[in-house]
């Protein structure tokens, strides 16, 4: 056995990594997790924001916490309502900009195919296609703003964003909390190759996250020139 392996290799059965992990997370404030949790809620789904914060990362990370039904049920609500806040900023602002809202530079940065994607939406489904779109990256962010834009009715705008925050923060608070629950059994299960798990995840998350990167800014390059 080498030397590195010697030094890490009577810690492999001993150390739970997962478990130590999601500990780690719930010892912190619930509430200050519940505010940090909201406030990336509300930047995943705020016109513009939600490109450059992973919002949708953070509360299932940080859903490891909802431990107890009190908890899961308190972290699903303050996660939904930081998700109609976002919806309400792109609603507002399309009312403001109205058939302007395409050419704007945040639209055009988050590619204007999506927008009209949005759009084509919006007249599929009237209002309910903020809460149909609710899981689509990028729609979903451009969509409250083209209902704002089509001067949709708020009395139909806020139960479709209502019901649409609370399937987002349902999927991602509850895949956060299942993550947290099952940490132990899956440390036990894995045990001493956790770690190499762990670590093909957060390259595939990081390939991911640059693959999308990259597509997205070929996108708005080829927006602009179309433009």
């Given at each position: 056995?080498?030397?590195?392996?010697a030094?890490?290799g009577?810690?492999?059965h001993g150390?739970?990594w997962i478990?130590?992990?999601?500990?780690?997370?719930?010892d912190l404030?619930?509430p200050?997790?519940?505010?940090v949790a909201?406030v990336?809620?509300?930047a995943?789904?705020?016109?513009?924001v939600?490109s450059?914060v992973p919002?949708?990362t953070g509360?299932l990370l940080l859903?490891?916490?909802a431990?107890?039904?009190?908890?899961?049920?308190?972290m699903?609500?303050?996660?939904?309502?930081?998700v109609?806040?976002?919806?309400?900023?792109?609603?507002?602002l399309?009312l403001r900009?109205?058939?302007?809202?395409?050419?704007?530079?945040v639209?055009?940065r988050l590619?204007v195919?999506?927008?009209?994607r949005?759009t084509?939406?919006?007249?599929?489904?009237?209002?309910?296609a903020v809460?149909?779109?609710r899981l689509v990256?990028?729609?979903?962010?451009?969509?409250p703003?083209a209902?704002?834009?089509?001067?949709?009715?708020?009395g139909?705008?806020l139960?479709?964003?209502l019901?649409?925050s609370?399937l987002w923060?349902?999927?991602y608070?509850?895949?956060?909390?299942?993550?947290g629950?099952?940490?132990a059994?899956?440390?036990?299960?894995?045990g001493r190759?956790s770690?190499l798990l762990?670590?093909?995840?957060?390259?595939?998350?990081?390939?991911?996250t640059?693959?999308?990167?990259?597509?997205r800014?070929?996108?708005g390059?080829?927006?602009?020139?179309s433009?």
């Amino acid at each position: 056995m080498g030397s590195w392996q010697a030094a890490v290799g009577g810690r492999w059965h001993g150390v739970d990594w997962i478990a130590e992990g999601v500990q780690a997370v719930g010892d912190l404030p619930f509430p200050l997790l519940g505010l940090v949790a909201g406030v990336m809620a509300f930047a995943e789904s705020g016109l513009g924001v939600g490109s450059v914060v992973p919002g949708e990362t953070g509360v299932l990370l940080l859903g490891v916490a909802a431990t107890t039904p009190v908890r899961f049920a308190a972290m699903l609500m303050i996660v939904a309502l930081g998700v109609t806040a976002g919806d309400h900023v792109g609603y507002w602002l399309g009312l403001r900009y109205a058939g302007r809202m395409r050419g704007t530079r945040v639209v055009r940065r988050l590619g204007v195919r999506h927008w009209d994607r949005a759009t084509a939406a919006l007249r599929r489904h009237g209002a309910a296609a903020v809460f149909v779109t609710r899981l689509v990256p990028v729609v979903r962010t451009l969509t409250p703003a083209a209902a704002g834009a089509a001067h949709v009715p708020y009395g139909r705008f806020l139960p479709a964003s209502l019901a649409g925050s609370l399937l987002w923060s349902a999927v991602y608070v509850g895949l956060g909390a299942f993550a947290g629950a099952s940490a132990a059994r899956l440390e036990e299960l894995l045990g001493r190759f956790s770690w190499l798990l762990l670590a093909a995840l957060a390259l595939f998350a990081a390939a991911v996250t640059l693959w999308r990167r990259r597509r997205r800014a070929a996108a708005g390059h080829g927006d602009d020139e179309s433009g």
